[in-house]
C-alpha cells in the first residue's frame, strides 16, 4: 500500500469513528492539516535547499494541490459531523519564505556552515510567524462559535 493509499484510509477510520461517537451539538471537531514542504533539489537529508526562497508566493496559481491535501478535503466533505478545518497546508504554501533554513544559528563554525548547506531545516518556521496565525484562527473559530451560541441559546 502506497502512503496515499494509506493517508486515504487512516482518514476514513478516524471520519467514521467521529461520526459515530460524537455529539456535535457538545463537541466541536478540528482537524489541522499538515505542514507542506518547500524543499527543492531533494529532501532534507540529501541536499534539499530552501534558503533561496525570500519572498511568499502572491498568486493562487502557483499553488501546488498535494494528493494528500485533495483526500482530506474529500474525507471531511462527506462527514455527517462538522468538522473544522484548518487547512495550514494551502495558508501555509504561500509562506515558503519562512522557514529558519540555514539562518537558524548566528554563529556558526564553519563546519556547522557546510553540514547546514546539504541539511536545511525547512519542515519548522520562524517564531513569531506561520504557527500564529494557526493559532488566531482557531481562537476566532472559538469565539465566534461562543458568540453565536449567546445570540442562539439551544431550544
Same mark, same amino acid.
Given at each position: 500500500?502506497?502512503?496515499?493509499?494509506?493517508?486515504?484510509?487512516?482518514?476514513?477510520?478516524?471520519?467514521?469513528?467521529?461520526?459515530?461517537?460524537?455529539?456535535?451539538?457538545?463537541?466541536?471537531?478540528?482537524? +489541522? /492539516?499538515?505542514?507542506? @514542504?518547500?524543499?527543492?533539489? /531533494?529532501?532534507?537529508?540529501? /541536499? /534539499?535547499?530552501?534558503?533561496?526562497?525570500?519572498? !511568499?508566493?502572491? @498568486?493562487? @496559481?502557483?499553488?501546488?494541490? !498535494?494528493?494528500?491535501?485533495?483526500?482530506?478535503?474529500?474525507?471531511?466533505?462527506?462527514?455527517?459531523? =462538522?468538522?473544522?478545518?484548518?487547512?495550514?497546508?494551502?495558508?501555509?504554501?504561500? +509562506?515558503?519564505d519562512a522557514h529558519p533554513s540555514l539562518f537558524r544559528n548566528e554563529?556558526?563554525?564553519?563546519?556547522?556552515? +557546510?553540514?547546514?548547506?546539504?541539511?536545511?531545516?525547512?519542515?519548522?518556521?520562524?517564531?513569531?510567524?506561520?504557527?500564529?496565525?494557526?493559532?488566531?484562527?482557531?481562537?476566532?473559530?472559538?469565539?465566534?462559535?461562543?458568540? +453565536?451560541?449567546?445570540?442562539? =441559546? !439551544?431550544?
Amino acid at each position: 500500500m502506497n502512503v496515499e493509499e494509506a493517508f486515504h484510509k487512516a482518514l476514513l477510520t478516524w471520519a467514521q469513528w467521529i461520526d459515530s461517537n460524537i455529539d456535535p451539538k457538545k463537541t466541536t471537531v478540528f482537524f +489541522r /492539516g499538515y505542514s507542506p @514542504s518547500h524543499f527543492r533539489g /531533494g529532501e532534507w537529508n540529501s /541536499g /534539499g535547499k530552501c534558503d533561496n526562497e525570500t519572498e !511568499p508566493l502572491e @498568486s493562487e @496559481s502557483d499553488l501546488e494541490t !498535494p494528493e494528500m491535501m485533495m483526500t482530506i478535503d474529500s474525507v471531511i466533505k462527506k462527514m455527517k459531523t =462538522p468538522v473544522f478545518y484548518l487547512n495550514i497546508t494551502k495558508m501555509t504554501y504561500f +509562506r515558503r519564505d519562512a522557514h529558519p533554513s540555514l539562518f537558524r544559528n548566528e554563529n556558526m563554525t564553519e563546519e556547522t556552515k +557546510r553540514h547546514m548547506l546539504i541539511h536545511q531545516d525547512c519542515s519548522h518556521w520562524c517564531l513569531p510567524g506561520v504557527p500564529d496565525l494557526w493559532n488566531e484562527l482557531v481562537y476566532a473559530h472559538l469565539l465566534y462559535n461562543l458568540n +453565536r451560541n449567546k445570540n442562539n =441559546p !439551544p431550544k
